[in-house]
């Protein structure tokens, strides 16, 4: 693992180790395993911090997984409630489909409260949450995600997708923000 890494104007630390979590995933695809045999899942991984999650994640699955990219955006809409969410690349129906959302982080919950929304609105016979990161001091979101690899501290992290800026995402492991 690379020692301090800099990126834009800050520094971080080497957090979690690529061995780390590539055991942890391991653990984790096997509970999905148990938890959606025979349910021909659906997998939405979150565009674009959860892309190296749902790649490692996906070489262990024996569920038979579909997968989707999505991206949530926010626009300007017509109505007075100022801005709408929504969901792109979205193709296939959720109806009646085991739908499991793949994040990078969840924070204050915001974002996946948003996505929810969105999803439950397509009727799915399931939605669970899979996340590689939970700030569970800061999360305030409705639904308990229930397949989580790290619970970590109030802290700014970098790295296997997650990115300050924009850069940073290509790191194979987690770094946290020196302060
Ligand atoms: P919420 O608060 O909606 O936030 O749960 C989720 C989104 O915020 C970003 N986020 C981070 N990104 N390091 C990052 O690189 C972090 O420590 C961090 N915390 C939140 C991230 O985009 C996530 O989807
Ligand atoms: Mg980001």
Redesign the pocket.
């Known amino acids: 693992m690379r020692s301090v890494v800099h990126i834009h104007d800050l520094s971080f630390a080497p957090f979690i180790s690529e061995t780390t979590i590539q055991t942890r995933i391991q653990e984790l695809a096997s509970q999905l395993d148990t938890d959606y045999i025979g349910k021909d899942p659906l997998f939405l991984a ?1 565009l674009n ?1 959860a892309f190296m999650f749902a790649a490692d994640l996906f070489k262990h699955l024996k569920c038979q997984p579909e997968l989707s990219f999505v991206k949530v955006s926010s626009y300007v809409g017509t109505k007075s409630s100022g801005r709408v969410d929504e969901l792109i690349g979205l193709q296939t129906s959720l109806k009646k489909r085991h739908v499991i959302v793949i ?10 409260d948003k996505i929810f929304t969105l999803l439950e609105s397509e009727q799915p016979a399931s939605l669970s949450i899979c996340s590689m ?1 939970l ?1 569970p001091y ?2 305030k ?1 409705k639904h308990q995600p229930k397949y989580i690899g790290f619970e970590i501290e109030d ?4 790295g296997y997708g ?3 800026k924009e850069h ?1 995402r290509e790191l194979p492991a987690v770094y946290q923000l020196i302060r």
């Open positions: 979150v911090g994040e990078d982080i969840l924070d204050t919950g915001v974002t996946m990161l700030k800061s999360y979101g802290q700014f992290v970098v997650l990115d300050y940073g």
